[in-house]
């Protein structure tokens, strides 16, 4: 991988320049394109390797789903919005920039991969796990949306093409889309799956990610494990619900 991909370390201002070239070139955005499904479906295999093969391949194929989703469902209302307040940058354009802040985010997430395999390793942690890709996805996402919003700034600082309120737009953007990224990585769920459990393409959409993580956080602090999913819990409740509901048409 060149070392494009890491305007923080190297040439920051002349990548910024090429990104907001006013004849970007499909190629470039396809090597970003490329360059993205790759990493994200590496650290999607090493995110399901903790339950089976057959979690770990389909974890590499979620992972750069769920990108391409959240890219597609957030993107286009944000461009519109740009372009009401006065921006000059293209649809490939924008679209270089922000796969750039992606790839720089995934590949961010990769390198973290022998800190997970360590724990995956030498523990039997599910919710700490759980909690760990957390942690990685908001701390890699960080530095990758912070790429874009100098990107942004260039723009408008050196070449006066995009507006400084749109930087500001661009910060609530990032809000909207952790939103959105977050209800559909609990769609597609399970990326993980805990270990001894049977493989699942997906599961029941009861519950949402942030009642899961509070359940997970509680679960280290007091070491237990009963409650490491929240689909179980759910399952017992329903289960109960309906014995209930027997009981009473009975009588």
């Known amino acids: 991988m060149k070392l494009e991909f890491f305007p923080s370390f190297q040439n920051k201002d002349d990548y910024y320049d090429t990104l907001s070239r006013s004849d970007q070139s499909i190629s470039t955005?396809?090597?970003?394109?490329?360059?993205?499904?790759?990493?994200?479906?590496?650290?999607?295999?090493?995110?399901?390797?903790?339950?089976?093969?057959?979690?770990?391949?389909?974890?590499?194929?979620?992972l750069p789903l769920l990108y391409t989703l959240v890219l597609t469902i957030c993107f286009p209302a944000f461009f519109m919005i740009q372009h009401v307040l006065g921006s000059q940058l293209h649809v490939k354009q924008m679209v270089s920039i922000i796969l750039a802040g992606f790839v720089l985010s995934a590949s961010i997430m990769l390198s973290f991969s022998p800190i997970i395999i360590f724990f995956m390793m030498t523990g039997d942690n599910y919710p700490f796990l759980k909690l760990l890709h957390v942690a990685i996805f908001l701390f890699s996402g960080f530095f990758g949306m912070r790429i874009v919003t100098e990107a942004l700034h260039y723009a408008c600082d050196s070449k006066g093409v995009y507006p400084k309120i749109g930087v500001k737009i661009f910060r609530i953007w990032i809000f909207i889309m952790a939103f959105v990224a977050a209800q559909l990585s609990w769609t597609l769920r399970p990326f993980i799956g805990n270990k001894g459990e049977d493989f699942q393409l997906f599961r029941n959409r009861k519950g949402n990610i942030y009642q899961t993580l509070a359940i997970s956080i509680s679960d280290i602090f007091t070491g237990k494990t009963s409650a490491a999913t929240l689909d179980e819990t759910t399952l017992k409740t329903d289960t109960s619900e309906d014995i209930t509901k027997v009981g009473e048409h009975v009588e």
């Open 29 to 62: 955005i396809l090597l970003h394109v490329l360059a993205l499904v790759v990493i994200l479906f590496a650290y999607g295999l090493i995110m399901g390797c903790y339950n089976s093969l057959e979690q770990a391949l389909t974890s590499g194929i979620k």
